[in-house]
């Protein structure tokens, strides 16, 4: 695992006792909501008068990516804090915050699922869309 995420999965695991991305936004003061956002994108995070704020497309509430799609953009509201600078950055330097909010996502879900969720289900299909090997 990268050496970076896995030190930020480790202390977010220390302060919060889960890998659930929700439950984590939660414990930090992160509203996750859901709204129809058409399917594209599936989720965002934006600052709203110092609150950071997850929303989730509609279509996720029932579906275990949400579960993907919410840590991915918690890596945002963690680790990429200025957002609002966010759309100004040019496609090189998004695609590399688009990288590690990713990794980050793999990561902190993995654990989840192969440690919390463990009666989640997961298709192989899903897994494969995300990268995600729950054979190790
Ligand atoms: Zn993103």
């Keep these: 695992m990268n050496s970076k995420v896995k030190r930020i999965i480790n202390i977010l695991y220390s302060i919060t006792g889960t890998y659930n991305p929700f439950i984590i936004a939660e414990l930090l003061n992160i509203d996750v909501h859901y709204k129809n956002l058409g399917g594209h ?65 793999f990561e902190l879900i993995k654990l989840l699922f192969s440690i919390e969720l463990t009666e989640e289900s997961i298709t192989d299909e899903m897994a494969n869309d995300y990268g995600i090997n729950f054979i190790n």
């Design 41 to 105: 994108p599936l989720g965002h995070c934006s600052k709203i008068l110092k609150e950071t704020v997850i929303v989730l497309d509609s279509s996720l509430v029932d579906s275990p990516i949400r579960f993907f799609i919410c840590a991915h953009e918690l890596c945002h509201a963690i680790k990429h804090s200025d957002i609002a600078s966010y759309y100004s950055l040019n496609e090189l330097s998004k695609g590399k915050l688009e990288y590690e909010a990713d990794i980050f996502a």
